[in-house]
């Protein structure tokens, strides 16, 4: 089944007792909260006012969106993540698999990735949370080829990945993506851009592909959020036109 939900980076300028109002009302069903401003990595009495926020709303916890850079954040800051998240309730821990682009990676920068990524999958592991890699340019999951290379090579039962649109890809290239990560696919990140990511577009312009995208998805079985990730000029009134397009498309999916 697929769950509606928010990435809550889309506003930071919010609150985060006004982005669950906003997505109670929305009436999606999960958020997944940023690390930088609404959670930060460490602050666990936050956490815990965050996750207590979350659940009166009726809404849930769908990730962590964490700022720590497999293989180039200080390795004892994981420690502080993997805490937050447990006080937030989180079932996974969004991480970005190094700083470096595919193309740019030598071998030995590629393999202190996996090694690390081993190593915090097995921390998380500890308290049932998984670890999904942000799908994401100047990382080792730019590419289709790379990000299932390296899901490979780390080889842990709680690795997983997001998924999202490469920025300017064709749409076949894109579906070919999905199902080559499927067997590690977490969570959806939702958004319509033009031909870059400054070119925020509304999300309802985007019915064709998306459609075809959460199709896809869905025919690979369990559960999973597609969450909006920014909206146009960052409103709330963007959000809500976009939130009522995807629980639309989500409704589609999940009564087949």
């Known amino acids: 089944m ?8 889309t506003f930071r300028k919010l609150s985060p007792q006004e982005i ?22 460490g602050d666990l009495q936050r956490a815990r006012e965050v996750r207590k926020m979350t659940l009166d709303k009726g809404l849930a916890v769908a990730a962590y969106g964490s700022y720590y850079h497999v293989g180039e954040s200080e390795p004892a800051l994981f420690q502080s993540v993997l805490e937050s998240a447990v006080e937030l309730g989180a079932p996974t821990i969004r991480v970005w698999a190094g700083k470096k682009g595919s193309a740019d990676a030598p071998a030995e920068y590629r393999q ?17 949370i998984s670890i999904s890699c942000e799908f994401h340019r100047k990382t080792l999951t730019d590419t289709n080829e790379s990000a299932k290379k390296l899901l490979e090579e780390v080889a842990r039962p709680n690795i997983r ?14 579906l070919e ?29 985007g019915a064709g592909v998306w459609r075809r ?44």
């Open 161 to 174: 990945t997001y998924w999202q649109p490469p920025t300017g890809s064709p749409i076949e290239y894109c």
């Open 2 to 9: 697929i769950r509606a939900g928010l990435v809550s980076v």
């Open 112 to 128: 202190a990735i996996v090694s690390e990524s081993r190593r915090i999958a097995e921390l998380a592991a500890g308290m049932n």
């Open 213 to 256: 995208y959460l199709e896809a998805i869905s025919s690979f079985g369990g559960n999973r959020y597609a969450m909006i990730e920014f909206v146009k000029g960052g409103t709330p009134e963007a959000f809500r036109q976009d939130a009522a397009a995807l629980k639309s498309w989500v409704a589609e999916r999940n009564d087949e």
């Open 20 to 41: 669950t109002d906003l997505v109670a009302r929305s009436g999606l069903e999960g958020i997944e909260w940023g690390g930088d401003i609404h959670a930060p990595h």
């Open 177 to 205: 993506g999905l199902k080559a990560i499927s067997p590690w696919l977490s969570n959806v990140h939702v958004h319509y851009w033009g031909a870059t990511p400054s070119e925020q577009l509304p999300l309802a312009e």
